[in-house]
């Protein structure tokens, strides 16, 4: 058997590379605190990181303060694949005692960066969060479903994500199931599959998450499908995790499906704080080494509301520097910043919608809104009513209102009826998906 490297105080090569790797997330006085106590080696042949610690009252304080980190930061050194053991002295004798935990996956299936400790949050998102780790490390469903709430940047994904990893460390892979409702859709769409087989495969899991559950409302179909999961997950006592961008009281969900989700906890998600944007730059800037000034971290940070916006800014400028090797002026920053912006499409509402659609077909807003039965104007109103469920998934109450009071049934109807056209004939298909892109880019009709 290969022998295993060691790097600990003897062999200090491997572990000063380590140590390296981590100071591009910790600093080196906390590094000097934690981290230069340890005693570690890696066996090779076993796929194994064995971490020793000098006493058990650094491995409880261990536990509980930088575990999740370093297993996070030893698998990114590592690769994929290994997994962490711990031992404590006993009396300072070479007696080793495990910690109630003695292995750990370092293998982050659903991304190494979506984890508990790079989630920011302050005092806003805090009960979300929290909730979301007792849910990840409960061995009971206690709450369940359990569903993240909140509008697009507010990082719901991240925190979804970040409790399947958590998850995903404890248990064998196949125990947990994550997709979209896209996914779980192109499962089904397949004409040679099987229903029951598809439904027993994914019941197999201990852990369902699900990433936006909204879309589902798209298909009335997956919906059906989707309750027989959530009964099977429910009945077995198996947790079920959902996103959505909305609550479940505006959702246009069957009444089954909504009575179903309002047995678990929902907790909101609300949009980060300048603080909290702050320091998201500020880890990206140390992370990446951008070079990013204070005034220039705020500037971004006041520029740009939600994650993803800032996440898509700081990666324009990481290819920058790494491919220009220049300094990042602020005359260039401002660049970036118009260039990420000038990308961003007007507000879609359905009053751009109705504007568009108005104009493609010489008609006036007012006649599409109304209740005239001239064929031409039936046919825009469904387009237009169409695009309005499509694009925004305005519920048929809402689009209702929208179209001039008219009754839910009438809007459903004129939306089946719609698709019924696009299905039949290909140039009606082809005018919606280019209107659906001109609404999508803000150009005009």
């Known amino acids: 058997m290969k022998p295993a490297p060691v790097i600990d105080s003897g062999d200090g090569v491997l572990k000063d590379d380590l140590r390296q790797h981590l100071s591009r ?30 006493h058990a009252y650094f491995a409880t304080w261990f536990e509980t303060s930088v575990r999740d980190l370093f297993e996070k930061e030893v698998g990114r050194f590592l690769g994929d694949g290994y997994a962490v053991r ?12 495990p910690l109630a935990t003695l292995r750990a996956v370092t293998d982050f299936p ?10 920011l949050a302050n005092e806003k998102n805090h009960f979300p969060l929290a909730l979301a780790r007792e849910v990840a490390g409960g061995r009971e469903a206690r709450y369940n479903p359990f569903l993240l709430c909140g509008p697009s940047g507010a990082g719901k994904t991240h925190l979804l994500r970040a409790m399947a990893n ?22 089904y769409a397949d004409p040679t599959a099987n229903p029951h087989e598809i439904r027993a495969a994914i019941v197999a899991s201990d852990f369902l998450f699900i990433d936006e559950l909204a879309d589902v409302k798209r298909d009335p179909i997956l919906e059906q499908e ?57 880890h990206a800037n140390r992370d990446k080494r951008l070079g990013l000034s204070r005034e220039q971290t705020l500037t971004l940070a006041s520029r740009f509301e939600g994650f993803r916006q800032l996440e898509g800014v700081l990666l324009r400028i990481e290819a920058f520097r790494r491919h220009t090797g220049q300094e990042l002026t602020d005359a260039e920053l401002a660049r970036h910043i118009r260039l990420s912006e000038d990308r961003k499409a007007p507000e879609l509402t359905p009053e751009r919608i109705l504007a568009i659609c108005a104009e493609h077909f010489t008609l006036g807003v007012a006649d599409i809104t109304g209740h005239s039965r001239r ?28 179209f001039g009071g008219k009754d839910h049934s009438t809007v459903l109807y004129s939306i089946r009826k719609f698709q ?15 209107l659906a892109k001109k609404c999508r880019q803000g150009s005009p009709a």
């Open 110 to 119: 659903y991304g190494h960066r979506f984890t508990f400790e790079t989630f």
């Open 166 to 187: 958590a998850v995903s460390r404890s248990r064998p892979s196949a125990a947990v199931f994550f997709g979209s409702i896209d996914d779980i859709g192109n499962r």
């Open 375 to 402: 064929k031409e104007l039936v046919f825009a109103r469904q387009t237009a009513m169409a695009l309005c469920r499509a694009l925004l998934g305005m519920s048929y109450p809402a689009l209702g209102k929208v």
């Open 86 to 97: 711990y031992q404590t002295r006993c009396g300072g004798s070479d007696k080793r005692q």
């Open 25 to 54: 997330t910790c600093p080196d006085q906390e590094l000097r605190r934690w981290y230069d106590p340890l005693g570690l080696s890696v066996s090779e042949s076993e796929h194994c990181c064995l971490v020793r610690f000098p």
């Open 226 to 282: 989707l309750v027989l999961l959530f009964n099977a997950f429910h009945d077995a006592g198996k947790q079920m995790v959902f996103s959505c961008r909305e609550r479940v009281a505006s959702c246009d969900f069957g009444p089954t499906l909504k009575s179903r989700l309002e047995w678990g906890l929902m907790v909101h998600l609300k949009l980060p704080d300048l603080d909290v944007r702050v320091r998201c730059v500020e």
């Open 420 to 434: 019924q056209l696009q299905d039949a004939d290909r140039d009606t298909k082809l005018m919606f998906r280019q």
